[in-house]
T-cell receptor, first 112, second 110 residues
Framework: EPEVTQTPSHQVTQMGQEVILRCVPI?????FYWYRQILGQKVEFLVS????????KSEIFDDQFSVERPDGSNFTLKIRSTKLEDSAMYFC??????????FGQGTRLTVV | GEDVEQSLFLSVREGDSSVINCTYT??????LYWYKQEPGAGLQLLTY?????DMKQDQRLTVLLNKKDKHLSLRIADTQTGDSAIYFC??????????FGTGTRLQVFP
């Protein structure tokens, strides 16, 4: 069964460093998303991406965040200068239509 | 504003039915979803219902939607220990972004 894969599963980084979280969406999907879940809190929407551009973003997704689809298969989330409060589980998702997004297993980001 | 609420815990005996409840505030929801998260794993889409439906059944899962009360429920028949997980309710409102509830931790005991 096709699935969304994310790497790495766990990333530890120092405050102020840049991180890139990687995702390989399901191959025929056209819509891509990033969500995050801070420990003990709700899963929060960050950004959606369609047709090579951001279609919607939340207030969380400020200038420190960016997304890219560099080669037609990967979908990346970059955090330019990490803060302690960026520590969370980051989930990538993809869908072939507006409903039914499929999620990856997540990348746990720990900022120290 | 958009808000989705769930109770935090549910404990059931193996073989019984589980009913997980969810309430939402925005009446213009387009789709409503149930996701399952097992320990250390991602979010698995279980089922979803279009907002003009009031019921959907898929094997052991039954979703009921009461639009008037803005209430969604997930019933799991013959609950098994493998059903132990966190269950998230989510809605989408005219866009493709999902708004998630807090999650309900279902514990199944023998």
């Amino acid at each position: 069964e096709p699935e969304v894969t994310q790497t790495p599963s766990h990333q530890v980084t120092q405050m102020g460093q840049e991180v890139i979280l990687r995702c390989v969406p399901i191959s025929n999907h056209l819509y891509f998303y990033w969500y995050r879940q801070i420990l003990g809190q709700k899963v929060e929407f960050l950004v959606s991406f369609y047709n090579n551009e951001i279609s919607e973003k939340s207030e969380i997704f400020d200038d420190q965040f960016s997304v890219e689809r560099p080669d037609g298969s990967n979908f990346t989330l970059k955090i330019r200068s990490t803060k302690l409060e960026d520590s969370a589980m980051y989930f990538c998702a993809s869908s072939d239509q507006v409903a039914s997004a499929f999620f990856g297993q997540g990348t746990r980001l720990t900022v120290v | 504003g958009e808000d989705v609420e769930q109770s935090l815990f549910l404990s059931v005996r193996e073989g019984d039915s589980s009913v997980i409840n969810c309430t939402y505030t925005d009446s213009s929801s387009t789709y409503l979803y149930w996701y399952k998260q097992e320990p250390g794993a991602g979010l698995q889409l279980l089922t979803y219902i279009f907002s003009n439906m009031d019921m959907k059944q898929d094997q052991r899962l039954t979703v009921l939607l009461n639009k008037k009360d803005k209430h969604l429920s997930l019933r799991i028949a013959d609950t098994q220990t493998g059903d132990s997980a966190i269950y998230f309710c989510a809605e989408s409102i005219n866009t493709d972004k999902l708004i998630f509830g807090t999650g309900t931790r279902l514990q199944v005991f023998p």
